[in-house]
């Protein structure tokens, strides 16, 4: 059975930092590009991040793009996100996703069809 189960989220002050693990099981981590997503409360969802099977490519929404970081270890099938520089408008539920295939364009990542399994999520509020 494949889990994704993320964490690191919490309250923090804007301009403060926060790092989310999304921890994978069930199936062969290094096979798969993975992917942030994340959903505002009363908006739909917004694609953060996506990163390649070993980690060589990148690439992120405008939103977040020089503020967020993703990374990835395979050797212990765990998925990242640094987030610095946070602002009130970063507040969501953060959720990491299989990628069917990665892709350098945003648009790829507005089709649901692209994505696989899904994590349960962890709510980051950035708040003073």
């Known amino acids: 059975e494949v889990q994704l189960v993320e964490s690191g989220g919490g309250l923090v002050q804007p301009g403060g930092s926060l790092r989310l693990s999304c921890a994978a099981s069930?199936?062969?981590?290094?096979?798969?590009?993975m992917s942030w997503v994340r959903q505002a409360p009363g908006k739909g969802r917004e694609w953060v991040s996506a990163i390649t099977t070993f980690g060589g490519r990148t690439t992120y929404a405008d939103s977040v793009k020089g503020r967020f970081t993703i990374s990835r270890d395979n050797a212990k099938n765990t998925l990242y996100l640094q987030m610095n520089s946070l602002k009130p408008e970063d507040t969501a539920v953060y959720y990491c996703?299989?990628?069917?295939?990665?892709?350098?364009?945003?648009?790829?990542?507005?089709?649901?069809?692209?994505?696989?399994?899904w994590g349960q999520g962890t709510q980051v509020t950035v708040s003073s």
């Open positions: 996703a299989q990628l069917r295939a990665y892709s350098s364009g945003p648009s790829y990542y507005t089709a649901p069809t692209n994505f696989g399994s």
């Open positions: 069930g199936f062969t981590f290094s096979n798969y590009a």
